[in-house]
């Protein structure tokens, strides 16, 4: 990605708001999406999805509690709850497939390490004030994470890779729409919409995965689901009509793409 914008003469980022993006980078992305594939050690991934419904209410209290932060709405918290409730209807019932193990309670903290991550590297990058573009933000983010990695991959080696056409599809997969389309259409939401309406992203995610599962793979859709899917559409329209972004001061930093907008 930084190649290809490198190529289109895009404005990198240098000096402070590079750092600013590497630490982004590394809390949301690193601890993050790391604490969440650590975790699936203990927790089954149904249930690891679940758990992850927790962290829009990680991203609206940091952001309430931080200095000039957007205030809490009790109509955005009751649309968090009912998107929370369809979730839990979309998942819950799979978790007597999978056997909980002993350290249930480990992972549910890793977990919760890994969305506080998550929430305070997401409003660290927001409040920053920068001229650059925030997708470009977002490949510099994916690149220090990847290289924060890069240590710990060699000094745990695990089994030998054996490659597949359906292996090497997949990478490619996550490359093109968990990375490229999906991380980057996050870091560009969050920089124009209020956190409230970013943070609610682990429900349309539950919405898309049972729908692809339905199309490609032929996964169970009834009545439950689309209940379910109507609790969480319900939700996530609650929180889109109370949501509002709030009065900026004077001194306040102003968002990345706005800045870009103006130069």
Known sequence: MLAAIAVRGEKLPRGRE?????????????????????????????????????????????EALLPGGE??????????????????????????THSLKAGLLSGFLVLQLGMAGW???????RRQTTSVHPIVIGAVQQLAAGLSFLPLALLFPEHPVHWSVRG?????????FGSIVGYSAYIFALDRLPVAIVSIYPYVNSVVAVTLGWLFYREPFGAREALAM??????????????????????????????????
């Open 119 to 125: 929430a305070f590297g997401s409003i660290y990058q």
């Open 18 to 62: 590079l750092r600013a993006a590497c630490l982004s980078g590394l809390l949301v992305l690193g601890i993050g999406n790391g604490c969440l594939v650590f975790s699936e050690l203990w927790v089954p991934s149904g249930l690891a999805c679940l758990i992850i419904t927790i962290s829009p209410f990680w991203m609206v209290g940091a």
């Open 71 to 96: 205030p809490l709405h009790l109509p955005s918290i009751v649309g968090m709850l009912v998107g929370l409730g369809g979730a839990a209807l979309l998942f819950a019932p799979d978790m007597h």
């Open 168 to 176: 090497v599809s997949a990478i490619l997969y996550l490359v093109v």
């Open 230 to 263: 109507a609790i969480i559409f319900t939700g996530v329209a609650l929180v889109k009509r109370y949501s509002r972004a709030p009065a900026e001061p004077a001194a306040s930093p102003v968002p990345a793409a706005r800045t870009a907008s103006q130069a």
